[in-house]
């Protein structure tokens, strides 16, 4: 995977630069596919989990309107680059195995290389690229909809959302927003190699393609957590400023 | 106008569908009639265990080191850093350990099950079954959601283990600004039993989804060895929000009324 990865960055660098187009039929393949489920689980995990515990929370404390100050640390920090991979991953992921997995064993990977086509270049070079970009992307667009989950608890309760927005723009920062971003394409990144590398691996038939999948979904989940874990050590530890409650 | 109605109209005859299935799935096991496959239930329930429990509980594990920074790094902000506890208590047992549970539970599980029964079908394998009188529904499908009803509250507890002793180490240990005494009191505080059990409900809830769901996708998959994968691929896009609106109900009816927490009244 490593090697897959040093070929991908490599390849997409150098000239000539084949995959214009097929960077942008993968990119509305994407945006196609996941633009639905992710409304649902952005707007249900918004409302469920940050949403309505810490507003239960906050109201013992007659303290609502800081809601707004904890949306930030929990959508844009944690939530919303988190939900958009596990999305991306579960949705666009799959796809992406079971599309180029099919394409292995019916061996037309193997015909592109004997007409002299560089299967990484033209086919692993745009899915990367485009995955990393959509993924960025559609943070910004969870975001929006994790803290619709937060304005929906706020009325839930019954308060105004005046305070709400007080707190949150208090409290958000330019850190928090790049980070959030950036972490997602490095999501994406992962999720794109993981997914082709299984694809591109797979053998054994209609099982395998079946297996690799399933194997690719597991590899990108776990990457990606590891990785959201190092990263928010990283970033918490760093910028000891974005920690402080305003 | 047509092509408008046209997508919605598909979603709702699929999940139809679903439902027929399901319901015909769960007759077989409230009629009894998967007890004659007792054996297979258990050798499902083996292979669940040795192949997913393990990476179940390292995902969990992951998702409660999590929590725990978070949690330490936010109460530090408010000036109460010996309250990370809290966090850490609701965070891992009532929201994260549910979702991080359902989404490798759709990963690992969901998508196996399509693989496997997938390629059984497209293989003619239980064509195979129906023409040698083996029904293939109480054979194939109900023993597998049997097992898991067997399993899986044994595993989630594991996992719930996990996610705690994960927000353990990542507070008390790593960060290192709570004495293990103190964390522990504040941690056991915010919770007791009835949200265990209130968790594992959620977390059954999800399992029993995704083993259905999963179940459906693999039983009905068609169009050779490109139809399994997309068939595969089909059922975690459907796993995945399903997950997201259950813990989002569950919170809602366990705790969207009544807090509890031990302040106040």
């Given at each position: 995977?490593?090697?897959l990865t040093g070929k991908?960055?490599?390849?997409a660098?150098?000239?000539?630069?084949?995959?214009g187009?097929?960077?942008?039929?993968?990119?509305?393949?994407?945006?196609?596919?996941?633009?639905?489920?992710?409304i649902?689980s952005?707007v249900?995990f918004?409302?469920?989990?940050?949403?309505l515990?810490?507003?239960?929370?906050?109201?013992l404390f007659?303290?609502?309107?800081?809601?707004?100050?904890?949306?930030?640390?929990?959508?844009?920090r944690?939530?919303?680059?988190?939900?958009?991979?596990?999305?991306?991953?579960?949705?666009?992921g799959?796809?992406i195995?079971?599309?180029l997995?099919?394409r292995?064993?019916?061996?037309?990977?193997d015909?592109l290389?004997?007409?002299?086509?560089?299967?990484?270049?033209?086919?692993?070079?745009?899915?990367?690229?485009?995955?990393?970009?959509?993924?960025?992307?559609?943070d910004?667009y969870?975001?929006l909809?994790?803290i619709?989950?937060?304005?929906?608890?706020?009325?839930?309760?019954?308060?105004p959302l005046?305070?709400?927005?007080a707190?949150?723009?208090?409290?958000?920062?330019?850190?928090d927003?790049w980070g959030?971003?950036l972490?997602?394409?490095?999501?994406?990144?992962?999720?794109?190699?993981?997914?082709?590398?299984?694809?591109?691996?797979?053998s054994?038939g209609a099982?395998?393609?079946g297996r690799?999948v399933?194997?690719?979904?597991?590899i990108?989940?776990?990457?990606?957590?590891?990785?959201?874990?190092?990263?928010?050590q990283?970033l918490?530890?760093?910028?000891?400023?974005?920690?402080?409650?305003? | 106008m047509?092509?408008?109605?046209?997508?919605?109209r598909?979603?709702l005859?699929?999940a139809g569908?679903?439902?027929i299935?399901?319901?015909?799935v769960?007759s077989?096991i409230?009629?009894g009639?998967?007890l004659r496959?007792t054996?297979?239930?258990?050798?499902?329930?083996g292979i669940?265990?040795?192949?997913?429990?393990?990476?179940?509980?390292?995902l969990?594990?992951?998702i409660g080191?999590?929590?725990?920074?978070e949690?330490?790094?936010?109460?530090r902000?408010?000036?109460?850093?010996a309250?990370?506890?809290?966090?850490?208590?609701?965070?891992?047992?009532r929201?994260?350990?549910?979702?991080a549970f359902g989404?490798?539970?759709?990963?690992?599980?969901?998508?196996?099950?399509v693989?496997?029964?997938?390629?059984?079908?497209?293989?003619?394998?239980?064509?195979?079954m129906?023409?040698?009188?083996?029904p293939?529904?109480?054979?194939?499908?109900?023993?597998?959601?049997v097992?898991?009803?067997?399993?899986?509250?044994?595993?989630?507890?594991?996992?719930?283990?996990?996610?705690?002793?994960?927000?353990?180490l990542?507070?008390v240990v790593?960060?290192g600004?709570?004495?293990?005494g103190g964390f522990f009191?504040?941690?056991?505080?915010?919770q007791n039993?009835?949200?265990?059990?209130?968790?594992?409900?959620?977390?059954?809830a999800?399992?029993t989804?995704?083993?259905l769901?999963?179940?459906?996708y693999?039983?009905?998959?068609?169009?050779?060895?490109?139809?399994?994968?997309?068939?595969?691929?089909k059922?975690?896009?459907?796993?995945?929000?399903?997950?997201?609106?259950i813990?989002?109900?569950g919170?809602?009816?366990?705790?969207?009324?009544?807090?509890?927490?031990?302040?106040?009244g």
């Amino acid at each position: 995977m490593m090697i897959l990865t040093g070929k991908t960055i490599v390849s997409a660098a150098r000239p000539p630069y084949p995959y214009g187009g097929e960077f942008v039929s993968q990119f509305m393949f994407v945006l196609r596919l996941v633009w639905f489920p992710l409304i649902v689980s952005t707007v249900a995990f918004g409302y469920g989990a940050p949403g309505l515990q810490a507003a239960n929370f906050l109201v013992l404390f007659g303290a609502l309107d800081r809601l707004g100050g904890f949306f930030v640390l929990a959508s844009i920090r944690e939530f919303a680059p988190f939900v958009t991979a596990i999305v991306v991953a579960g949705v666009a992921g799959t796809a992406i195995t079971a599309d180029l997995g099919a394409r292995k064993i019916r061996e037309e990977l193997d015909a592109l290389q004997v007409l002299g086509v560089d299967p990484v270049k033209n086919l692993v070079v745009p899915r990367f690229l485009a995955l990393m970009l959509v993924t960025g992307l559609f943070d910004i667009y969870a975001l929006l909809f994790g803290i619709f989950g937060g304005i929906l608890a706020t009325l839930v309760n019954g308060a105004p959302l005046g305070p709400f927005w007080a707190t949150f723009f208090t409290n958000a920062s330019t850190t928090d927003l790049w980070g959030s971003v950036l972490k997602c394409t490095m999501f994406g990144a992962i999720i794109a190699i993981v997914c082709c590398y299984k694809g591109m691996t797979a053998s054994g038939g209609a099982e395998g393609v079946g297996r690799a999948v399933n194997q690719a979904v597991v590899i990108a989940l776990l990457g990606v957590f590891a990785f959201n874990y190092v990263f928010t050590q990283t970033l918490l530890a760093t910028h000891p400023e974005i920690t402080v409650i305003r | 106008m047509r092509g408008a109605i046209a997508a919605p109209r598909g979603w709702l005859e699929s999940a139809g569908d679903v439902a027929i299935f399901c319901a015909r799935v769960l007759s077989q096991i409230a009629s009894g009639r998967v007890l004659r496959f007792t054996g297979e239930s258990l050798r499902q329930a083996g292979i669940l265990i040795l192949s997913s429990a393990l990476v179940i509980c390292g995902l969990v594990f992951i998702i409660g080191l999590q929590c725990g920074i978070e949690g330490a790094y936010f109460t530090r902000a408010q000036g109460t850093p010996a309250y990370a506890g809290v966090f850490s208590a609701w965070c891992d047992l009532r929201e994260l350990v549910p979702y991080a549970f359902g989404y490798m539970m759709a990963a690992k599980v969901g998508t196996g099950l399509v693989a496997e029964i997938g390629s059984m079908r497209i293989t003619d394998e239980i064509d195979a079954m129906e023409v040698m009188g083996i029904p293939s529904i109480a054979f194939l499908c109900a023993t597998r959601l049997v097992a898991a009803w067997i399993v899986l509250p044994f595993v989630y507890i594991a996992a719930v283990g996990a996610g705690f002793f994960a927000s353990y180490l990542a507070v008390v240990v790593q960060i290192g600004e709570v004495s293990s005494g103190g964390f522990f009191l504040i941690f056991w505080m915010f919770q007791n039993p009835p949200d265990l059990l209130f968790s594992v409900i959620k977390g059954m809830a999800m399992a029993t989804t995704i083993v259905l769901i999963g179940l459906y996708y693999g039983y009905h998959a068609s169009g050779g060895p490109v139809g399994v994968g997309t068939a595969t691929a089909k059922s975690m896009v459907v796993n995945i929000v399903l997950v997201h609106l259950i813990g989002m109900l569950g919170t809602q009816v366990f705790w969207g009324a009544n807090p509890r927490a031990p302040i106040g009244g």
